[in-house]
């Protein structure tokens, strides 16, 4: 069974610019959740998709934004990026929201902006 | 609020017992998860709790949850070179999939 699939892997922008990331969750999952890691605020929440519906929102400006396809796959897209924004950033799968249940991580797109 | 706290760094030899622990002070939350990260790579989820439980153990991973103290502990027996990593804990609410994640503890182990 194929885990959750993140494209690109590393991708390098320039401040302006915008970025489009995509996430492919496993099999029969229909949640996913995006979040940001960053050496100096760790781990933080995006949102959360469920259905093609945003469920949770964190705490990051509009410029953060992202939707969910019938398929399950998910995009997120930042625009205007600013240097703060180089992350690697994190898709998470889950078969449901909420609840009992595991949440399986891809290997991350790695953001730079130059 | 959430905020999840972790000590920074563990250091332990090859073939002795690892403990890393969390404290979280969401009253609200249900699920606490156990990830390890290793260098360049993403998050692999190793086990999590409901917060009605007080222990869980898969293998060499022992989680031990104090819900009064909100206090979680992850115990890796007999660590191996190989259990060399970030480890995280998160919580959860039960509604929605938003985790709460600690700063991380770097375990090194020494062989």
């Known amino acids: 069974k194929a885990g959750v699939t993140q494209t690109p892997r590393y991708l390098i922008k320039t401040r302006g610019q915008q970025v489009t990331l995509s996430c492919s969750p496993i099999s029969g999952h229909r949640s996913v959740s995006w979040y940001q890691q960053t050496p100096g605020q760790g781990l933080q929440f995006l949102f959360e998709y469920f259905s093609e519906t945003q469920r949770n929102k964190g705490n990051f400006p509009g410029r953060f934004s992202g939707r969910q396809f019938s398929n399950s796959r998910s995009e997120m897209n930042v625009s205007t990026l600013e240097l703060g924004d180089s992350a690697l950033y994190l898709c998470?799968?889950?078969?449901?929201?909420?609840?009992?249940?595991?949440?399986?991580f891809g290997e991350g797109s790695r953001l730079t902006v130059l | 609020g959430e905020d999840v706290e972790q000590s920074l760094f563990l250091s332990v030899r090859e073939g002795d017992s690892s403990v890393i622990n969390c404290t979280y002070t969401?009253?609200?939350?249900?699920?606490l998860y156990w990830y390890k990260q290793e260098p360049g790579a993403g998050l692999q989820l190793l086990t999590y709790?409901?917060?009605?439980?007080d222990m869980k153990q898969d293998q060499r991973l022992t989680v031990l949850l104090n819900k009064k103290d909100k206090h979680l502990s992850l115990r890796i027996a007999d660590t191996q070179t190989g259990d060399s990593a970030i480890y995280f804990c998160a919580e959860r609410p039960n509604a929605g999939n938003m985790l709460t994640f600690g700063g991380g503890t770097r375990l090194m182990v020494k062989p």
């Open positions: 709790i409901f917060s009605n439980m």
């Open positions: 969401d009253s609200s939350s249900t699920y």
């Open positions: 998470a799968s889950s078969q449901r929201t909420g609840g009992p249940g595991e949440l399986f």
